[in-house]
C-alpha cells in the first residue's frame, strides 16, 4: 500500500492533469472545428478526476457501491436523453442539465451544514456561499427549462415584485450569516436557508420573458460553475476548484457577450419588463406585409449572384437546417454566392443556429457572425430570413423608443431584396413589431419553414 502523502501527491497531480484537460477542451470548444474534440479532452479530463477520486476517496464498499450506481444511472439516462432529444429542444436540455450541476452543488453543502460536525467559519461560509449560489441556480433553472418547454407560457409580474425579491435575498443572507456564525442555527435554519435560496431563484426567472432566456442561461451556467468552484474549496478537491473555475469564468464572459449583443445590461435582462408581449415599439411601424409565392421567391434566388441566409428559432421549430443546406447547395451549385449570417442570440441558447447549421453539415467558412458579415449585405441580391425576427429588426438602429434600440442587428434591409420566411403575421418570441417586414424590398413567404423551404428548392430546380 502507497504512504499516505503518496497518495496525497499522486491524487494533486491527477487533478493537475485533469485541469489542463479541462482548459484545453474548453480552449478547443471556442472554435466549431475542433469543438468535438475539445469536448472529448473535457470529458477525458473529468473522467481522470473521478477515477482518482473513487480510487483515492477512502470510503467504505457500500457507499463506494452507491457512488458508482449513482454514476452509472446518470449517466445512462443522460446518453438516452442526449441521444433523443430534438435539436428545437437542446436549449431546454441545456438548462435542464445546467440546474442539475447547481442543484448537486447546493447537495454537497446541505450534507456540510447538516452535519454537525465542528468546522472553522471560512468553512461554513464557502459551503453556504456555494449552497446558496448551486441552489439559485437549481431552482432558476428548473423555470428556464418551464419556459423553454412550454410549461409555463407567461412571464409573472406584478407590482412591489422587485422589493419582493430584494426582501428574499435579504432573508436568505441574514439565515445564511446564521448558519456560519452559529447563532440559533440547526436543521430548522439551515432547510430554511435553502428554502429561500430556491425561492429567490424562482422569483428571478418568473418574470424573465423568453426573448432573453439565452442570457439566462448563460448567467445560470456561470453561478454553477462558481458554485462547484465553492464546493471544491469546502471538499479540498483541488479538481473541482478549477474545473468550477474555469466555467465560471467562461460563463461570465458568455453572459457579457450575449448582454452587449442586445445592448443590455446584465441588470436591465434580469430586472426589466422586456419581453413581455406588447405593442411598445410597434406604434412606429407603419405599412402592410407583402406576400410572394415560392415559385416567385425560388427564381429570384436562382438568378441571384449573392445570397444571405439568416437563420432563426423559426429554422429550429420546423427542424429545417437540412432543407436549408440542400437550397444553399443548389445555389452554389448554380454559381450563386451563399453564405449564412449568425447573431449572438438567434435562439433560445448560446451558439443554437452554428449547432443546427453544424448538425446539418454546412461548411464552418460558410458560417459568419454579425461583425463579418454585415458590411457584405449592401452586395447581397437576396437576403433570405428564416424564422428570425428581433436580430434584422432595423427599429433597433432608427427607432429610439423600441424596446431594442441600440441593440446590434444583422444588416438584412440594406440587402437589395429581402425574403421572409414566416408562419404569420404575428410579432415573434419579444412580442415587437418588425419595420423589415414592411419595406418596399422584403417580401413574406408564409408558412412553416421546413415547407416554405422545400417549396423554394423545387422552384429553383425548376429555374434550370
Known sequence: MPSASTVQ?????????????????????????????????????????????????????????????????????AWVSGKRVAMTDMPQMIALYNGMGGGAAAAIAAVELYSGNEHNIVHLTMASVGG??????????????????????????????KFLNLAILLVTVALGVMVVTGTHSGPTVVCAFFAFALLLGVAMTLPIGGADMPVVISLYNALTGLAVGFEGFV??????IIAGTVVGAAG?????????????????????????????????????????????????????????????YGLAVAQAQHKVWEL???????????????????G????????????????????SDLDEINAEFETADVALIIGANDVVNPDARTNKGSPIYGMPILNADKAKNVIVIKRGQGTGFSGIDNALFVLDQTRMLYGDAQAAVSQLIQAVKAAG
Open 328 to 346: 444553399a447547395q443548389l445555389l452554389i451549385d448554380r454559381g450563386v454566392q451563399v453564405r449564412f449570417a449568425i447573431h449572438p442570440v438567434a
Open 252 to 312: 461570465t464572459l458568455l453572459t457579457q457577450l450575449m448582454a452587449k449583443a442586445m445592448n443590455r445590461s446584465l441588470s436591465n435582462v434580469l430586472f426589466s419588463n422586456f419581453g413581455e408581449t406588447s405593442s411598445a415599439g410597434s406604434a412606429s411601424v407603419t405599412g402592410t406585409q407583402k406576400a410572394i409565392e415560392a415559385s416567385d421567391a425560388g427564381v429570384m434566388l436562382a438568378y441571384s449572384q449573392k445570397v444571405i441566409i439568416v437563420p432563426g
Open 348 to 367: 433560445r441558447m448560446p451558439g443554437h443556429m452554428n449547432v443546427l447549421l453544424a448538425e446539418a453539415g454546412v461548411p464552418y467558412e460558410l458560417i
Open 9 to 77: 501527491t499522486l491524487t494533486q497531480l491527477s487533478y493537475l492533469i485533469a485541469a489542463a484537460l479541462f482548459i484545453l477542451g474548453l480552449k478547443r470548444m471556442s472554435s466549431p472545428v475542433t469543438a468535438v474534440s475539445g469536448v472529448r479532452w473535457a470529458g477525458l479530463g473529468m473522467l481522470l478526476a473521478t477515477l482518482v477520486t473513487l480510487a483515492f476517496m477512502g470510503a467504505s464498499p457500500l457507499n463506494l457501491v452507491l457512488v458508482i450506481a449513482a454514476i452509472a444511472i446518470g449517466g445512462i439516462v
Open 235 to 240: 471538499l479540498d478537491n483541488a479538481a473541482m
Open 132 to 161: 446558496f449560489i448551486g441552489a439559485v441556480s437549481f431552482s432558476g433553472s428548473l423555470i428556464a427549462f418551464g419556459k423553454l418547454q412550454g410549461l409555463i407560457t407567461k412571464s409573472v409580474r406584478f407590482g412591489g415584485q
